[in-house]
T-cell receptor, first 112, second 113 residues
Framework: AQSVTQLGSHVSVSEGALVLLRCNYS??????LFWYVQYPNQGLQLLLK??????LVKGINGFEAEFKKSETSFHLTKPSAHMSDAAEYFC??????????FGTGTRLKVLA | DAGVTQSPTHLIKTRGQQVTLRCSPK?????VSWYQQALGQGPQFIFQ???????QRGNFPDRFSGHQYPNYSSELNVNALLLGDSALYLC????????????FGPGTRLLVL
């Protein structure tokens, strides 16, 4: 069975500050891991994915995430927050076949 | 290159009615998955279609059914609507050769009154 836990349903950062969104997973098989972003009233946009290649994954809009097997984590970071980063972020795990298991999401607020 | 498209964008129904939502996958994709996203929650997997067959199903009742056409487009049907079916319904497409990565459409927001 697979599961995802996103720590912190709401995160606030100042513009220009580091963004850190936490994701821990549980999987009985080698996982595929994803981060998606959802802007209000829109669908999900893929930010980045881990598919068993490099453990440090770079995505769009300056985001990156590091797969740490020993910690079962896949935290999302961005060195400097921008106002346009305000959105809801979802971490998801998959066994690589059919369905994704999503976390409950983290709403990021960027303060001017 | 057109991405995943869904129709309609919004829908209002009353309890007991039936609804059909439509999805066209990204060009070159042959697999369609459907997810339900309730307000304030992460998406939950409903089912996946490949080669016009339901390949896997999540924990949803039989009131939820689907179909995939030869051109890979798909429909999600929900019968006997309940208030709790109000949600954003997301369609995602992928290819059999790269099915670990799914691309999502903008969703259909269903409100059941």
């Amino acid at each position: 069975a697979q599961s995802v836990t996103q720590l912190g349903s709401h995160v606030s950062v100042s513009e220009g500050a580091l963004v850190l969104l936490r994701c821990n997973y549980s999987s009985s098989v080698p996982p595929y891991l994803f981060w998606y972003v959802q802007y209000p009233n829109q669908g999900l946009q893929l930010l980045l994915k881990y598919t068993s290649a490099a453990t440090l994954v770079k995505g769009i809009n300056g985001f990156e995430a590091e797969f740490k097997k020993s910690e079962t984590s896949f935290h999302l970071t961005k060195p400097s927050a921008h106002m346009s980063d305000a959105a809801e972020y979802f971490c998801a795990v998959s066994s690589g076949t059919y369905k994704y298991i999503f976390g409950t999401g983290t709403r990021l607020k960027v303060l001017a | 290159d057109a991405g995943v498209t869904q129709s309609p964008t919004h829908l209002i129904k009353t309890r007991g009615q039936q609804v059909t939502l439509r999805c066209s996958p990204k060009s070159g994709h042959d697999t369609v998955s459907w997810y339900q996203q309730a307000l304030g929650q992460g998406p939950q997997f409903i089912f996946q279609y490949y080669e016009e067959e339901e390949r896997q199903r999540g924990n949803f009742p039989d009131r939820f059914s689907g179909h995939q056409y030869p051109n890979y487009s798909s429909e999600l049907n929900v019968n006997a609507l309940l208030l709790g079916d109000s949600a954003l319904y997301l369609c995602a497409s992928s290819t059999e050769g790269s099915r670990e990565t799914q691309y999502f459409g903008p969703g259909t927001r269903l409100l059941v009154l």
